[in-house]
């Protein structure tokens, strides 16, 4: 009767042993997946930042573009007032700077 409630004891334990490592198993397999999914998921964001900051690159050009243009515009139409306007902010930027030392 002591080789049967050993016998027993080894195969209950042989089942337990075998059902953690089969949750184990489970786990692992659970983070990889979760794993893949979170770098998949990582590149699709990171693949639409991208798209918009070039958006925004091609946008922020297109006004710069266009505001030297219409500035360019303005100087040709207004010769003298575009040569105050630079007088006045070189000696406002001269004021500055001087009062900084």
């Known amino acids: 009767?002591?080789?049967t409630t050993k016998?027993?004891?080894q195969a209950k334990a042989?089942?337990?042993?075998?059902?953690v490592a089969e949750a184990a198993h489970k786990g692992v397999d659970g983070a990889a997946e979760m794993k893949e999914h979170s770098q998949e998921r990582i590149e699709e964001v990171?693949?639409?930042?991208s798209e918009q900051a070039h958006?925004?690159?091609d946008t922020a050009k297109n006004q710069s573009e266009k505001i030297s243009s219409a500035v360019g515009e303005y100087a040709k139409?207004?010769?003298v007032k575009t040569i105050g306007i630079a007088f006045l902010?070189?000696?406002l930027a001269a004021s500055f700077?001087?009062?900084?030392k």
């Open 46 to 49: 990171a693949h639409q930042i």
């Open 89 to 91: 902010a070189g000696a």
């Open 7 to 9: 016998s027993t004891t």
């Open 77 to 79: 139409e207004h010769p």
């Open 97 to 100: 700077l001087c009062k900084r």
């Open 14 to 19: 042989h089942e337990k042993v075998d059902s």
């Open 55 to 57: 958006k925004i690159a």
């Open 1 to 3: 009767m002591a080789t």
